[in-house]
Structures are given as structure tokens and as C-alpha cells.
């Protein structure tokens, strides 16, 4: 579950509504007043959402806290409706103040399932190996085929295999492939 930061201009109501998000379960990070202390804790935390007001201590604004942020960061603002439509350019989620606790609540769920959805697309995605890294693994699988008569799917699955059990990525799997046929 990512975190939350809760950042508004007073502290009370940052306390409050992060004591409601503890209370309801969620992983909140210490209240901020201002937008370098929210941008801070981003830093220190791998994802997560800001719940912020329009303004604030610091007099930066939620939009140049959303530029600041790091990107695995979504901004949630809280704000009267009629400052809603700046928010409709950005990919800024917007509350209506005063905050109804159905309605903040259901909106931050919504938002984290949104994230989960993005980690496992990121995860299932294969990473794209360079000329360099694939220029490795197709010479490691032609000295196995050479040496040890194999044919070239089962050299592959045998690199793969080799970097499952060793914990390793498939290039250093197939370069400690190609040492042992080159020092041999």
C-alpha cells in the first residue's frame, strides 16, 4: 500500500486529517505545512499520494507542487469546487472542502488501486535489453550449443535457468557462461 502525505497551511488541519486516515487504517507520514516539506518526505518514500489545500505555508501552490514531486507521487487536492478548473489541465484529483470522509476516503482508495494497477503493468512489462546486453546472451547460447550439442532453445532456457537459481540477471548468467567456456 503506498503512503500518504498530508500536507495543508495549518497544522492542526493536517494533524486532523491524517489522524482520521490513521484511524481508518492508512500509512500516513508526518503532517507538513509547507510544499518543501511534503516534496522532503516524497523524497525519502518510494510512492505514495499527497492529500494537499490549494496554498500552501510556504505560499507554493498544489500546481508547483505537482511540478516538484517525484513521479511516482499523485497529488489529491482538497479545495473549494470553484478552484477545480485549473485542476481539470493536470492529472491533479481534487476533493471538495469541506471534506465529506466518504468522499476523501473513497477518492484515495480509487487513486491506490490505480497505483497497484501501474506496479503490476510495470512489472509484467519485460525490460528491453540493449544490443550490447542481447549481443551477450546470443554468444553464451552459441558457445553452448558449440560445446554441449544444444540446440538454441535449450541453451537459452539453460541461461535462464541459471539466472533463477543464481539470482542474477540473464546477461550475468550468460557472461559467467562465457568464462567458463573461455578460461576452459
Keep these: 500500500m503506498s503512503t500518504l502525505i ?14 482520521l486516515l490513521v484511524r481508518r487504517g492508512y500509512d500516513v507520514a508526518v503532517p ?27 505560499n507554493m501552490l ?55 494497477r501501474r506496479r503490476r503493468k510495470a512489472r509484467t512489462t519485460p525490460r528491453q535489453r540493449s544490443p550490447e546486453e542481447q549481443k551477450i546472451i546470443d554468444t553464451a547460447k552459441h558457445m553452448l550449443m558449440e560445446k554441449n550439442n544444444m540446440t538454441e532453445q535449450e541453451a537459452f532456457r539453460y541461461i535462464q535457468k541459471c539466472s533463477m537459481d543464481s539470482g542474477n540477471t540473464m546477461v550475468e548468467s550468460a557472461t559467467m557462461v562465457m568464462s567458463i567456456f573461455t578460461d576452459a
Design 6 to 19: 498530508v500536507a495543508f497551511p495549518k497544522i492542526e488541519e493536517a494533524k486532523a486529517v491524517r489522524s
Design 32 to 58: 507538513c505545512t509547507s510544499g518543501a516539506q511534503a516534496i522532503n518526505q516524497a523524497d525519502n518514500l518510494s510512492d505514495g499520494i499527497i492529500i494537499c489545500g490549494y496554498k500552501l505555508s510556504d
Design 62 to 116: 498544489y500546481s508547483e507542487l505537482y511540478e516538484y514531486k517525484p513521479k511516482s507521487f499523485e497529488i489529491l487536492l482538497v479545495a473549494s469546487q470553484n478552484l477545480w478548473e485549473e485542476c481539470h489541465d493536470s492529472n491533479v484529483v481534487c476533493v471538495a472542502m469541506p471534506i465529506k470522509v466518504n468522499d476523501l476516503l473513497s477518492t484515495i482508495e480509487i487513486m491506490q488501486q490505480s497505483q497497484i
